[in-house]
C-alpha cells in the first residue's frame, strides 16, 4: 500500500511569485490534514479536508493560500503570492478518521527568497 | 485549547544508555497521544500512540510510552538507545487535529 506522497520534495522561488504543492493521500483515507513547520517552531496545524469539504481551516495563516481537495483524492496547497516568512516545511497527512492514527508524507521543504 | 509541552529540544545519550523524552499535555479532557519520528530526510513515522485502555504502550523499535493523567505527562522511553535511534522526536495530541510539541531531537553518542 502506497502511504502519503508529497510533491515536490522541495521548492525554491522567489518572493511574489506561486507556488502549488500537491499531496495524495494513502487510498480510501477521507480526511486529510496540511501542517507546517516554520524554522525552529512546533509544527502548526493549517487545514483539514473530510472528503472534498474543508472542515477546518482555521491554521491557515492568511488569504495568500488556498487549498483544494478534487473531488475528495489528492489535494494541492497553493500560496499566492509567496512571502519570505512561508518559507519551511509542509506536511501532509491523512487518516481514515480524525480518531485514527494520521500518516504523514515526507514534506515539502519551501524556500522563499 | 490543548498545548503539548516538550521538555529539553536537544538529548544526547550515550549508546546503550537509557533514553527519556518528556512530553506533557494540557486539556480539558485527556487526549489521544502520539509519538512520532523523524529521521533524517523523512516523514513523521508514528512510534506509538495511547487512545484508552492500557497506560503503558508499546511502540516500534523499543520504544515504549506511559500515560500518566495524574500528571499530565506521557514521556517516552527506551531502555538501551542505538545510534540509529539519532532523530527528532515529537508528541503530538489529537482532537480532530494534532496539536505538537517543539520537538526533541535525540542525539546518541557512540
Known amino acids: 500500500e502506497a502511504g502519503v506522497t508529497q510533491f515536490p520534495s522541495h521548492s525554491v522561488i522567489e518572493k511574489g511569485q506561486t507556488v502549488t504543492l500537491r499531496c495524495d493521500p494513502i487510498s480510501g483515507h477521507d480526511n486529510l490534514y496540511w501542517y507546517r513547520r516554520v524554522m525552529g517552531k512546533e509544527i502548526k496545524f493549517l487545514l483539514h479536508f ?14 495568500r493560500f488556498l487549498a483544494e481537495r478534487t473531488g475528495g483524492t489528492y489535494s494541492t496547497l497553493k500560496v499566492q503570492p509567496a512571502e519570505l516568512e512561508d ?27 | 485549547a490543548q498545548s503539548v ?19 506533557n499535555y494540557s ?17 513523521l513515522q508514528l512510534l506509538l500512540k495511547y487512545t484508552t485502555g492500557a497506560t503503558l504502550v508499546k511502540g516500534i523499535n523499543g520504544f515504549e ?19 540509529s535511534d539519532a532523530a527528532e522526536y515529537f508528541c503530538a495530541a489529537s482532537g480532530n487535529m494534532l496539536t505538537f510539541g517543539g520537538g526533541t531531537r535525540l542525539m546518541v553518542k557512540p
Open chain 1, 50 to 63: 473530510v472528503k472534498e469539504s474543508k472542515q477546518d481551516e482555521s491554521g491557515m495563516p492568511n488569504n
Open chain 2, 27 to 43: 486539556s480539558s479532557v485527556p487526549p489521544y497521544l502520539f509519538w512520532y519520528v523523524q529521521y533524517p530526510n523523512q516523514g
Open chain 2, 65 to 83: 510510552a506511559e500515560f500518566k493523567k495524574s500528571e499530565t505527562s506521557f514521556h517516552l522511553t527506551k531502555p538501551s538507545a542505538h545510534m
Open chain 1, 87 to 113: 518559507s519551511g516545511v509542509y506536511f501532509c497527512a491523512s487518516s481514515r478518521g480524525t480518531r485514527f492514527s494520521a500518516f504523514f508524507g515526507q514534506g515539502t521543504r519551501l524556500t522563499v527568497v
Open chain 2, 5 to 23: 509541552t516538550q521538555l529539553g529540544s536537544h538529548v544526547s545519550v550515550s549508546e546503550g544508555a537509557l533514553v527519556l523524552l518528556r512530553c
